[in-house]
């Protein structure tokens, strides 16, 4: 089903992603770039802090959800224009080895203030594992064209 | 000073990071890992998109936020665990070439909950460019132990 349009969603759709496994190298690539702290990056230290193994950067996770994410809509026919987050939690650790995929839910669809062609839809979003458990929850608040722009 | 311990902070505490120039090569590579759309992958292509130019997936600019935050704590003799995000706005496109910074305040400090030997300290960070526009906003929950266990 196309989802390009403010018109084609409505509050209450729900949607999943594919999968994405987080490698080691990936993990430490993008702990040394933009989070080296040593629980991302060294696994004897990080067994003394305070997540008590290594895990992935918390960044990472959302990165990673963007990219699930990005890959629906363009499964759909959209694209995804992010306006801001509101309540992104870290539920759990992730670690290098673990498969991700994200459950996506319209709560909210408004128009944009001043009467643009364009419109703001709410998605919550549940990034899980392997095991079904939640690893991050958060709201996103992305900017979708009208279909009609009179 | 050192920011070690939930007792060093107090609200109403500021600080600057360092500076950190995004290069066009990572920006397309943390494009095509994490958020493939052709506004952050072809130029041609984004003249014709919502930001009419080629801009940096606004998770890099969060990633980027991150490291600076990161290296500012560490050289505070600290560390930089994340609980949570609210209000993550984007509030400026960021393109590659771009320098950006992060402004830090302290704009609440709490104990955990249960009497557990460490406490929620909430910052509200800005994310500046190279012409003084804050081209990100958010509030970063962060877990910081206490100086004392008892």
Redesign the interface.
């Known amino acids: 089903m196309s989802k390009h349009f403010y018109e084609d969603f409505a509050v209450g759709d729900t949607s999943e992603t594919g999968r994405y496994r987080v490698s080691m190298d ?1 993990a430490l690539a ?1 702990a040394r ?7 991302h990056l060294d696994a004897a230290a990080a067994e003394a802090s ?1 997540f008590k193994k290594l895990v992935i ?4 996770t ?3 959800t ?2 699930l994410l ?1 890959d629906l809509r ?1 499964a759909e026919g959209g ?12 539920t759990a650790p992730v670690a290098p080895g673990d498969e991700l995929h994200v459950t996506s839910e319209v709560v909210d669809i408004k128009p944009w203030p001043g009467g643009k062609p364009r419109g703001i839809v709410r998605f919550r979003n549940e990034t899980i594992n392997q095991d079904d458990l939640v690893v991050m929850t ?1 709201i996103a608040n992305a ?1 979708v ?1 009208k279909r009609t722009t009179s």
């Open positions: 990936e993008f770039a933009y989070d080296p702290q040593a629980f305070f950067s918390g960044w990472q959302a990165a990673i963007m990219r990005v363009k694209e995804l224009i992010g306006m801001g987050v509101d309540e992104l939690r870290w958060h900017i064209p």
